[in-house]
DNA sequence: GGCCGAGTTGATACTAGGTCTCAACTGAGA
DNA sequence: TCTCAGTTGAGACCTAGTATCAACTCGGCC
C-alpha cells in the first residue's frame, strides 16, 4: 500500500473525506525530499488552493503525518514524519533534518519540574549544527 | 541607578545614542511586568513609531537585555530577562514566564552528537506547564 | 556658529506565514 | 431527490516583522 493510500485510509477512518484537493496536497507532501514551507507547497500545489493547502497540512500535523519544524532563522518548515514525540536535529548548511528517537530531555523535566514547582505539560526542543556529511565535506576542503 | 540608566549606559558604551524614543521603549519594557508582544508594546509605547520599537526590542535583545519566548501556541513574546545561554518554563494558565538557570540538554548534547555524528552549534529549548500557584489555586478550588 | 556625515527616526510599503469568511460545490445517507 | 454537513477556493485580513527613504539629530571639526 503506498504511503498515499494510507494516509487517505488514515484520515477516512477519521470521519474526513479524502477529496481530490487533498490527495494533491498529500501527493505533494510525499513527493518532497525534506522539509518545505507550507506558502512554498501552496503555490507548487496547482490542485488546491492556498487555504486548502494551509488546512491540509494542518490536519496531517493533528494526524501526526507531517510535524513542523522551526530552523534556526526562525522559520517554520514541515516535514513528513513519524508521529509521536520526538525531536529534531537540523543542519544548518545543508538544511537537511534528522529525527531524533530519544526524548533529549525527558530526564531533566523531573528534576526541573522538582525544583520549580510547574507540572510540565510539554515542550519544545530543536538541535542545531552540521551533519556528518557537511563535516566530511568540509574538512575535505579544508 | 535605575535599570532604564543602566541599560542606557550599555548602549552608549556600544556606540548606540540613547535617544528619547530609545528611552520611551526602554521604560515601556521594563514597565512590564512579563513577556509582552512587540506590536503591543508599538501600540502602547507612544513616544516612538512601531518601526522603532521594533529595531530597539533587537537592539535589546542583541544587548541580552531582553529575550524572545515562544509560547506553547507558537506566538513570540519578549521578556526582560539576564543574559547568556538560558531557558523558560511558560505557565500555560497564567503565562508567566520563569527563567530556568541549569540548561537542561547539555548533557545530552554529546550524547546525540556521538549517536548522529552531528557538531551540534545549537539548541532551541522552551518548557510549558503550570505554575506552582496556578496548581496550588486549582487545587484550593476543586 | 556653521557644516558635515553618521546615526536615527517614523511613515509607509512590503513580506511571510497563516487564519477567517463566505458563497459555492460535493457527496453520503434518508 | 432532498438535505445537510463537510469541503473548497478566492480573497480579505491578521500578526510579526523587515526594507525603504526622506527627514531629522547630534557630535565633531573648522
Chains 1, 2 share one sequence.
Not at 30 to 46: M, T, W
Not at 55 to 76: F, K
Not at 100 to 122: F, H, M, N, P, T
Amino acid at each position: 500500500m503506498s504511503d498515499l493510500e494510507q494516509i487517505s485510509l488514515e484520515l477516512e477512518a477519521r470521519g474526513y473525506r479524502v477529496t481530490p484537493s487533498r490527495r494533491a496536497v498529500i501527493a505533494a507532501i510525499l513527493a518532497r525530499k525534506n522539509h518545505f514551507a507550507a506558502d512554498e507547497l501552496a503555490k507548487r500545489c496547482r490542485g488546491a488552493g492556498r487555504a486548502t493547502v494551509f488546512r491540509t497540512i494542518r490536519l496531517l500535523n493533528d494526524l501526526g503525518v507531517v510535524c513542523r519544524v522551526l530552523m534556526d532563522d526562525g522559520s517554520p518548515r514541515y516535514l513528513v514524519s513519524r508521529s509521536g514525540h520526538h525531536h529534531h536535529l537540523v543542519c544548518t548548511e545543508c538544511g537537511t533534518v534528522q529525527d531524533l528517537d530519544q526524548c533529549a530531555v525527558s530526564g531533566a523535566l523531573r528534576e526541573i519540574a522538582d525544583a520549580s514547582g510547574y507540572e510540565i505539560e510539554g515542550h519544545w526542543l530543536e538541535l542545531y549544527g552540521r551533519c556528518a556529511a557537511c563535516r566530511a565535506k568540509a574538512a575535505v576542503s579544508a
